[in-house]
């Protein structure tokens, strides 16, 4: 899917996104409602320069709105993941990772609500560094959600992939696919309607993300759903000291 997927979001017409090879970014109306769209695109593996490039513009945003009704922020997540190589390693890729973390948080203490759609797949640091900060994360039809695969954390966990995969079975921590990540709480909505439903869904989907700006209800919706039992009774232990 090219740019059709903004046609099918916000109306032809309604948007100037633009796609810059792995980048995407611009701005969109959603009815009254004014939106700004960035994220990545085509299964980017998420480099310093694209990281860096998401982070500029989350600022560019919150920068033109300040002093004004903050916009709502669509992040589009579509990323095999962070770039993998020596370079970007020692180029300091984790500490870019950080720094749009950073420009995230601060877009949401500047009252933008975020709103991540997943398009495509949704995979490890390239996912995690903003996708998955956002107030709200939708999952397109098809999309692909998993942080690391299990070969990889067998060889990181020492545990035998085998075990691993029996886990799998009992258990969505372990265990890839979108469906897995809503029951954890991490993916809020699975989208399965036609394209034509997606404007009024997306409409509602920002007006959640607008009522819950701020809050982090990941760990208490995974136990509601069964994905996480202990996550949401830990975190309220904790608190109560």
């Known amino acids: 899917m090219s740019a059709s997927l903004f046609d099918a979001l916000f109306g032809a017409g309604n948007h100037e996104v633009v796609i810059n090879g792995h980048f995407v970014a611009g701005p969109a109306r959603l009815g009254d409602t004014p939106v700004a769209v960035i994220g990545s695109w085509d299964a980017a593996a998420v480099d310093g320069d694209l990281a860096l490039a998401i982070a500029g513009e989350i600022l560019r945003v919150v920068e033109a709105d300040a002093g004004a009704t903050a916009r ?73 959600v998993r942080v690391m695969d299990l070969r990889a954390m067998s060889r990181v966990t020492k545990i035998d992939l085998e075990r691993l995969q029996t886990l799998a079975k009992a258990s969505p921590v372990f265990a ?28 509602e989907e920002l007006a959640q993300a607008r009522d819950v700006a701020g809050q982090d209800l990941r760990a208490r919706t995974g136990a509601e759903r069964g994905g996480r039992d202990l996550a949401d009774a830990v975190a309220r232990e904790v608190a109560g000291g």
């Open 72 to 144: 709502p922020i669509v992040f589009i997540a579509d990323t095999q993941g962070q770039a993998l190589s020596r370079r970007e390693e020692l180029l300091g890729l984790n500490g870019c990772f950080a720094h749009v973390a950073r420009c995230v948080d601060l877009a949401r203490r500047a009252g933008h609500p975020t709103l991540t759609l997943i398009h495509g797949e949704a995979v490890s640091g390239g996912f995690l560094a903003f996708g998955m900060l956002a107030d709200r994360v939708v999952a397109l039809p098809g999309a692909q």
């Open 176 to 203: 890839p696919g979108a469906d897995n990540y809503w029951r954890m709480g991490a993916v809020s909505t699975l989208w399965e309607s036609t394209e034509s439903d997606w404007p009024d869904m997306l409409a």
